[in-house]
T-cell receptor
Framework: AQSVAQPEDQVNVAEGNPLTVKCTYS??????LFWYVQYPNRGLQFLLK??????LVKGSYGFEAEFNKSQTSFHLKKPSALVSDSALYFC?????????????FGTGTQLKVEL | SAVISQKPSRDICQRGTSLTIQCQVD?????MFWYRQQPGQSLTLIAT?????????ESGFVIDKFPISRPNLTFSTLTVSNMSPEDSSIYLC????????????????FGPGTRLTVL
C-alpha cells in the first residue's frame, strides 16, 4: 500500500527566508510524487511533480522539490518566502507498482509566512 | 491547461436529502475522479468515474451512497444520497489526460470544489 507522511501540521517562516515543507513516502514500486497547494475556499492547484530524471524539480511560483530515493523524501522548498505563499500544502504519491492511477495524499501542512 | 468547473460551488442541505454535483471540463479527458475532503482533513478518493460504465469505488464508498455518472469525456456527476451531517465536506473532481492540451495522464488537475454543509 502507498502512503505519504507530512510530519508538520504547520510551518512558520518570516518573509524573505527560505522555507521547507517536509514529505516522506512509502510505495512498493517506483513513485510519482506531487505537490499541490490549496488557498482558502479554493480547490487544489498543481505545483510540481517528480516522475523520473533529475532529482531536483522546479515548479510554479518559484517552488522546487528534491526527490531523495534513499530517504524516501520529497521536500518542498523555496529560497525566499512571500506572505502570499501562506496556504495549505499537500504532498501526494502515485505508486506505479500497484496503485494504478490512485493518488494518496498526506495530511497537509499549513504554511504561514509572516512579515 | 484544461479548465475544470464544478456546480454548485457550495450548498447547505437538510439531512435525508440528496445533492448532485456536476463537473465539467472544457477538453475531452481520459480519466475523471471524485475526492472528498472532510473538515480539517486530507483528500480521500471516492471513486474513478468511467465513461460508459459503472464507476470504480474505493474501499469504504458504495454506489448506493455516492452514485456517479460519466456520460461522455467532458462531464461527470456525483450524487451524495440520503445525507447526514457527517457528509459535510468539500467534494472535488479531478481529471487527467486532457486531449489536445498537452496534459498527459501522469498528473491530476482539480476543480474548485463544492463545499457541502448538511444540517
Amino acid at each position: 500500500a502507498q502512503s505519504v507522511a507530512q510530519p508538520e501540521d504547520q510551518v512558520n517562516v518570516a518573509e524573505g527566508n527560505p522555507l521547507t515543507v517536509k514529505c516522506t513516502y512509502s510505495v512498493s514500486g517506483n513513485p510519482y510524487l506531487f505537490w499541490y497547494v490549496q488557498y482558502p475556499n479554493r480547490g487544489l492547484q498543481f505545483l510540481l511533480k517528480y516522475i523520473t530524471g533529475d532529482n531536483l524539480v522546479k515548479g510554479s511560483y518559484g517552488f522546487e522539490a528534491e526527490f531523495n530515493k534513499s530517504q524516501t523524501s520529497f521536500h518542498l522548498k523555496k529560497p525566499s518566502a512571500l506572505v502570499s505563499d501562506s496556504a495549505l500544502y499537500f504532498c501526494a504519491v502515485r505508486d506505479l507498482g500497484g496503485g494504478g492511477n490512485k493518488l494518496t495524499f498526506g495530511t497537509g501542512t499549513q504554511l504561514k509566512v509572516e512579515l | 491547461s484544461a479548465v475544470i468547473s464544478q456546480k454548485p460551488s457550495r450548498d447547505i442541505c437538510q439531512r435525508g436529502t440528496s445533492l448532485t454535483i456536476q463537473c465539467q471540463v472544457d477538453s475531452q479527458v481520459t480519466m475523471m475522479f471524485w475526492y472528498r475532503q472532510q473538515p480539517g482533513q486530507s483528500l480521500t478518493l471516492i471513486a474513478t468515474a468511467n465513461q460508459g460504465s459503472e464507476a470504480t469505488y474505493e474501499s469504504g464508498f458504495v454506489i448506493d451512497k455516492f452514485p456517479i455518472s460519466r456520460p461522455n469525456l467532458t462531464f461527470s456527476t456525483l450524487t451524495v444520497s440520503n445525507m447526514s451531517p457527517e457528509d459535510s465536506s468539500i467534494y472535488l473532481c479531478s481529471v487527467t489526460g486532457a486531449l489536445g492540451t498537452g496534459i498527459g495522464t501522469d498528473t491530476q488537475y482539480f476543480g474548485p470544489g463544492t463545499r457541502l454543509t448538511v444540517l
